[in-house]
């Protein structure tokens, strides 16, 4: 069996099921099903704290994915937060990071998904316009609540991401953030109103990320491509 192992950081918060009402380690199921639709493995990686965690599991994964969630916390970027920016998880911002540190090190492909977009930004030295909305002037991106905002897209000719998606799509987003500067990265996707919606970084490593939710469309393109590098590192081993 040649399928790759995905890992997909999670997030660990109260949750209610059956007569429980405790901390758990959370994420859509969508993520996963996305990766099985695309011929990987899922495997879920909860925050952990052991200096030498995040090293360890990448070295037991074919490909990484950075989940969607909370605000990334602005210390991590030297700014103070804006009076929106809420419910920092300082724990998985640590893993997160630490996983990314590590990818690096391995040369593992890596996609992030919303937050993680974000999360990969401020990883490489880059800030985050933490209230989109005051600069569009609009909450197309997020409308609120549980419904995910429908955004056009256009992806930037001979990009990755065009060969992976096409040359225009509709996404759905659910953020209030967005990345403001990406050092590293090229910026290869926007919404009509300007907003940055992917970025990917040159040369032949998967290093991608996409400011809106894939999963929850199963777009198979993104998840394919990832797939497939993760197929490659794995026989590179």
Same mark, same amino acid.
């Given at each position: 069996?040649?399928?790759?192992?995905?890992? /997909?950081?999670?997030?660990?918060?109260?949750?209610? !099921?059956?007569?429980?009402? +405790?901390?758990?380690?959370? $994420?859509? +199921?969508?993520?996963? *099903?996305?990766?099985? &639709?695309? #011929?990987?493995?899922?495997?879920?990686?909860?925050?952990?704290? @052991?200096?030498?965690?995040?090293?360890?599991?990448?070295?037991?994964?074919?490909? /990484?994915?950075?989940?969607?969630?909370?605000?990334?916390?602005?210390?991590?970027?030297?700014?103070?937060?804006? %009076?929106?920016? +809420?419910? !920092?998880?300082?724990?998985?911002?640590? !893993?997160?990071?630490? =996983? /990314?540190?590590? &990818?690096?090190?391995?040369?593992?492909?890596? @996609? #992030?998904?919303?937050?993680?977009?974000?999360?990969?930004?401020?990883?490489?030295?880059?800030? $985050?316009?933490?209230?989109?909305?005051?600069? *569009?002037?609009?909450? +197309?991106?997020?409308?609120?609540?549980?419904?995910?905002?429908?955004?056009?897209?256009?992806?930037?000719?001979?990009?990755?991401?065009?060969?992976?998606?096409?040359?225009?799509?509709?996404?759905?987003?659910?953020?209030?953030?967005?990345?403001?500067?990406?050092? #590293?990265?090229?910026?290869?996707?926007?919404?009509?109103?300007?907003? =940055?919606?992917?970025? %990917?970084?040159?040369?032949?490593?998967?290093?991608?990320?996409?400011? !809106?939710?894939?999963?929850?469309?199963?777009?198979?393109? $993104?998840?394919?491509?990832?797939?497939?590098?993760?197929?490659?590192? &794995?026989?590179?081993?």
């Amino acid at each position: 069996m040649d399928a790759p192992v995905v890992g /997909l950081s999670t997030y660990r918060q109260q949750a209610a !099921w059956g007569v429980w009402h +405790t901390s758990a380690d959370l $994420l859509p +199921t969508e993520y996963a *099903v996305a990766v099985e &639709a695309a #011929g990987g493995v899922p495997l879920l990686l909860p925050p952990v704290a @052991l200096p030498a965690a995040a090293s360890l599991v990448v070295a037991r994964i074919d490909a /990484l994915v950075i989940s969607g969630g909370a605000d990334v916390d602005p210390a991590q970027y030297a700014e103070e937060p804006h %009076e929106r920016t +809420t419910g !920092w998880q300082p724990d998985r911002d640590a !893993w997160e990071l630490a =996983l /990314l540190t590590a &990818a690096e090190q391995a040369g593992l492909p890596v @996609l #992030g998904i919303c937050r993680g977009m974000q999360l990969m930004a401020v990883h490489a030295g880059g800030v $985050l316009d933490q209230h989109t909305p005051d600069l *569009v002037g609009h909450d +197309t991106h997020s409308p609120g609540g549980d419904t995910y905002g429908s955004v056009d897209v256009a992806t930037e000719p001979g990009s990755r991401l065009a060969g992976l998606v096409g040359a225009s799509l509709e996404v759905g987003c659910h953020h209030h953030q967005s990345v403001a500067t990406h050092p #590293g990265f090229t910026a290869v996707a926007r919404a009509a109103d300007g907003t =940055l919606e992917a970025m %990917e970084a040159p040369g032949d490593r998967f290093r991608m990320a996409v400011q !809106w939710h894939p999963e929850t469309r199963v777009e198979i393109g $993104l998840m394919t491509g990832l797939v497939a590098a993760a197929r490659e590192h &794995a026989a590179s081993r």
